[in-house]
Every structure is written in structure tokens, then in C-alpha cells.
């Protein structure tokens, strides 16, 4: 199970919102690309950007800071959502480093476009679903649809997406840790690999996640706990290599 930091761009800055609020940022830096090389030095395998005002705005906003981490680091996985929205910014991302995209607002509004760019991009989608008492977000968390999270995610089990990034929104940014039963229970019921998200405060959260992993769950996205410093990064990764190893 990977832990993946999480840099969240907001007018070119590395922020952290609080249940996905724009009002409500902390702002941890005005050099991104020097926040992803430090996650890197203590041992990231995989860094999650997102664009906050490309979710905003249905297009991106902060890509040339993107671009500038992908060709910094291109040993690195990089997985990039936030304003993803149709088929020609998908190849922006991908043709700049970025290997994987992640799809919220428009595979809960439109499907069948998931299914056309699985095809097309093949091991490069990620589909986000975020969640408020079980339903889904979408447009940066501004509003919510009558769509169940497992009901939505088993649609997508036969299009070949990568994996998909649940988040509770009720916890992100909140640092009250990590929905464990609700990621557990969504990784059970589908076939695709599960990220979670949202909560994540110690390392006490990582052991009770790794030892669910084998249920599905392959990563988990550290905010605002590693910029807190109530999780460290190194160990956390640590700890769970050891409890997949036993």
C-alpha cells in the first residue's frame, strides 16, 4: 500500500482545504515543485496533484506547475485531477509526464466517457468518487448527486480503470482519520483498486488501513497530516511495507 502526498495547487501555491472548501485553505507553500522534491527525498512513490482551481473552473489552471514537477521527477508517478473534463486535456497531461489522470465531475455526469478514454488510454485512468454520507460530489465538492458510491464505482468494474480515489469528504482536510469501514466496504464490493482519502492524521490510521489492504486497497492519499507533521512519511510507507510483507 503506497502512501501518496497529496500537493493541492491553488493560484500556484500548495494549499490544504477543509472539506474541500476554497475559503477555507492553508496555505504550506509558495514553491511546489520544492514540496514534491522534499515528499520525494523521504521516499514517495507516487505524488497526487490537483489542480483546485481547474475543479473550479472545468479546465486547468495550474498545468504549467505540473508540467514543471513532471519533468523534474519523470521516475515518478504522478497522478493529476482537477478540472479533467474531456478527451483533449487528458493528452495535455500524459504527453507532458503525468501518468495518470483522474476523472470526478465528468465520469459521474457522463459514463460512457470513461469508458471511451479507458479504451483510448489504456492503464492511465484513475476515476475520483467523493462522498458525502455516501453519496457522490461533484464540481470541486460543490454539489452533490443522488448517486450511491458503490453503485457508481461497479459501473466502471468492466472499463479498465486504473483504480479510483474514494474520498470522505466529511474528513478531508479535518485530520479526524481515515473512514476505514466505508473504504474497506467499497473495496469489497467492487474489483477495481482502491485509493482512500480524506482523514488521514497518524500512523496509527496507516496500520489500520494496511491491514485491510488485501481487501483492495492499494494507496492512500497523506495531506494535511504530513504537512501538520502528525505523520511522517518515511515511516508511514515503512510500516506499511512491513504489514504487506507479514
Same mark, same amino acid.
Given at each position: 500500500m503506497l502512501i501518496i502526498p497529496a500537493i493541492d495547487l491553488k493560484d500556484g501555491r500548495c494549499v490544504r482545504l477543509r472539506q474541500g472548501r476554497m475559503d477555507d485553505a492553508t496555505v504550506y507553500g509558495n514553491d511546489p515543485l520544492k514540496m514534491a522534491k522534499?515528499?520525494?527525498d523521504q521516499g514517495a512513490r507516487r505524488l497526487h496533484l490537483v489542480d483546485l482551481n481547474g475543479a473550479m473552473?472545468?479546465?486547468?489552471?495550474?498545468?504549467?506547475?505540473?508540467?514543471?514537477?513532471?519533468?523534474?521527477?519523470?521516475?515518478?508517478?504522478?497522478?493529476?485531477?482537477?478540472?479533467?473534463?474531456?478527451? /483533449?486535456?487528458?493528452?495535455?497531461?500524459?504527453?507532458?509526464?503525468?501518468?495518470?489522470? !483522474?476523472? $470526478?465531475?465528468? @465520469? %459521474?455526469?457522463?459514463? /460512457?466517457?470513461?469508458?471511451?478514454?479507458?479504451?483510448?488510454?489504456?492503464?492511465?485512468? !484513475?476515476? $475520483?468518487?467523493? @462522498? %458525502?454520507?455516501?453519496?457522490?460530489?461533484?464540481?470541486?465538492?460543490?454539489?452533490?448527486?443522488g448517486h450511491d458510491v458503490s453503485e457508481l464505482a461497479k459501473k466502471f468494474e468492466d472499463d479498465g480503470v486504473s483504480s479510483i480515489v474514494y474520498t470522505d469528504i466529511s474528513r478531508d482536510g479535518m485530520m479526524e482519520g481515515i473512514n476505514v469501514?466505508?473504504?474497506?466496504?467499497?473495496?469489497?464490493?467492487?474489483?477495481i483498486p482502491i485509493v482512500a482519502s480524506g482523514g488521514l492524521k497518524n500512523i496509527s490510521d496507516v496500520q489500520r488501513l494496511s491491514e485491510v489492504a488485501d481487501k483492495g486497497i492499494v494507496g492512500v492519499i497523506a495531506g494535511r497530516s504530513l504537512y501538520e507533521g502528525t505523520l511522517d512519511l518515511t515511516e508511514a510507507q515503512n510500516l506499511a511495507d512491513q504489514i504487506h510483507k507479514g
Open positions: 522534499s515528499w520525494i473552473a472545468g479546465q486547468p489552471i495550474n498545468a504549467d506547475v505540473i508540467y514543471d514537477i513532471t519533468k523534474a521527477f519523470p521516475n515518478v508517478p504522478i497522478q493529476v485531477g482537477g478540472g479533467i473534463r474531456n478527451i /483533449e486535456t487528458i493528452e495535455l497531461y500524459l504527453d507532458v509526464g503525468v501518468q495518470y489522470v !483522474i476523472l $470526478g465531475t465528468v @465520469a %459521474v455526469q457522463k459514463p /460512457e466517457f470513461v469508458s471511451e478514454v479507458c479504451m483510448e488510454f489504456p492503464d492511465n485512468i !484513475i476515476v $475520483g468518487l467523493d @462522498a %458525502v454520507n455516501g453519496k457522490v460530489a461533484t464540481h470541486g465538492w460543490e454539489k452533490v448527486s469501514d466505508a473504504t474497506a466496504r467499497l473495496a469489497e464490493a467492487v474489483d
